[in-house]
């Protein structure tokens, strides 16, 4: 949590040259706000992150060579000691639930009004998760009843999708697990005909959505 009285250190990320510019115009005006740099892609933002170590991240969903939430996730694996907030265009209910499971601290929407953006940013870095109470509720009522999409896996199947989910390619995996690339391949074609994904980084959005590890323990009970 953010000292009261301390300047709140802000990292903006967008592709979108005009979008970080008005964001940084309203958050300068703040008295206790200061943009301490700004990334327009994702592989760029992790690196800013790394050196800066700002108090929040404010980042666009869509971005290049890494979207909005694989640099989540790889903040998240990392470790890494900031806050999140996703500042989109669109409040499309899948993206929006990933991000919440994928342990956002903040949604807001680009047409929200300015002041309201501010807020969530401020309220973020004071320690508050910012998200609309109905993604919430969705994602407790599943919890609630128990329903795990990763429960439908075999033990080796988990074993490649946590591998996968940490960002190990397939030769990786294979000299991991002891096995032929082949046979991590077999495993995945399985993996995301149980899981309804097509690829490599919707399979990793459900293994994170559905809980990661968490999850795969609670399914092997």
Same mark, same amino acid.
């Given at each position: 949590?953010?000292?009261?009285?301390?300047t709140?250190?802000?990292? +903006? &990320?967008?592709?979108?040259?005009?979008? !970080?510019?008005? $964001? /940084?115009g309203?958050?300068? @005006?703040?008295?206790?706000?200061? =943009?301490?740099?700004?990334?327009?892609?994702?592989?760029?933002?992790?690196?800013?992150?790394?050196?800066?170590?700002?108090?929040?991240v404010?980042?666009? +969903? &869509?971005?290049?060579?890494?979207?909005? !939430?694989?640099? $989540? /996730?790889?903040?998240?694996? @990392?470790?890494?000691?900031?806050? =999140?907030?996703?500042?989109?265009?669109?409040?499309?209910?899948?993206?929006?639930?990933?991000?919440w499971?994928?342990?956002?601290?903040?949604?807001?929407?680009?047409?929200?009004?300015?002041?309201?953006?501010?807020?969530?940013?401020r309220?973020?870095?004071?320690?508050?998760?910012?998200?609309?109470?109905?993604?919430?509720?969705?994602?407790?009522?599943?919890?609630?009843?128990?329903?795990?999409?990763?429960?439908?896996l075999?033990?080796?199947e988990?074993?490649?999708?946590?591998?996968?989910?940490e960002?190990?390619?397939?030769?990786?995996?294979?000299?991991?697990?002891?096995?032929?690339?082949?046979?991590?391949?077999?495993?995945?074609?399985?993996?995301?005909?149980?899981?309804?994904?097509?690829?490599?980084?919707e399979?990793?959005?459900?293994?994170y959505?559905?809980?990661?590890?968490?999850?795969?323990?609670?399914?092997?009970?």
């Amino acid at each position: 949590m953010t000292d009261l009285n301390r300047t709140i250190r802000v990292v +903006l &990320a967008d592709d979108h040259e005009l979008v !970080l510019e008005g $964001l /940084r115009g309203l958050l300068e @005006r703040e008295s206790d706000m200061t =943009v301490v740099a700004t990334a327009t892609d994702g592989e760029s933002l992790l690196a800013i992150i790394e050196r800066e170590r700002p108090d929040v991240v404010v980042m666009d +969903l &869509a971005m290049p060579t890494r979207d909005g !939430l694989s640099c $989540l /996730r790889e903040i998240r694996r @990392r470790g890494m000691p900031v806050k =999140v907030v996703i500042l989109t265009a669109f409040g499309d209910g899948g993206a929006l639930q990933s991000a919440w499971e994928m342990q956002a601290d903040g949604f807001a929407l680009k047409t929200d009004p300015p002041r309201q953006t501010i807020a969530t940013i401020r309220n973020v870095a004071h320690g508050q998760i910012v998200f609309p109470r109905v993604v919430r509720q969705a994602t407790d009522a599943a919890h609630a009843q128990g329903h795990s999409l990763l429960s439908r896996l075999t033990q080796r199947e988990r074993d490649v999708l946590r591998l996968l989910a940490e960002g190990m390619p397939n030769a990786q995996i294979a000299e991991r697990l002891v096995v032929q690339e082949s046979t991590v391949k077999y495993h995945l074609q399985n993996i995301f005909q149980k899981l309804g994904v097509t690829n490599r980084t919707e399979a990793a959005q459900v293994y994170y959505r559905e809980g990661g590890e968490r999850s795969m323990l609670n399914a092997d009970r």
